[in-house]
């Protein structure tokens, strides 16, 4: 699975990753660190990585439609503790690594996970 995490999530969570087989990258690691959301957007369009992130605005289908994109995960935990996002990205890669997310918004909270479009 090739995976670009949003600025929200550590680049520890892009190595524990890359640790279980994936292609992921962090935006820290690539230098976009206070880019706008747009430009995550598009980086993630262009290198053709599921854009994973914390931010809601991602969840807006109607400002961020989905359909454009490799997919889209968006993380809703409560808390968002480290613990918690790598619980919920370990859980995501083992029942999604193999299925193509094109055009899908996939909302991984505590205790579910839901595939959109």
């Known amino acids: ?27 820290l690691e690539i230098g976009l660190s206070g880019s706008s959301d747009t430009v995550v957007r598009m980086t993630a369009i262009h290198s053709d990585r599921v854009l994973v992130t914390l931010d809601g605005d991602f969840g ?14 968006r ?15 370990v ?6 690594g193999s299925r193509d997310l094109a055009g899908k918004l996939v909302i991984v909270d505590d205790d579910k996970i839901r595939v959109r479009g």
């Open 75 to 89: 993380l809703r935990l409560g808390p968002a503790t480290e613990a918690a996002i790598s619980k919920a990205l």
């Open 1 to 27: 699975m090739r995976l670009l995490l949003d600025e929200n999530l550590s680049p520890k969570h892009a190595e524990a990753l890359r640790a279980l087989g994936h292609d992921a990258v962090a935006i």
């Open 91 to 96: 859980r995501m890669v083992a029942l999604l």
């Open 60 to 73: 807006n289908i109607l400002r961020f439609p989905p359909g454009e994109t490799p997919g889209v995960v």
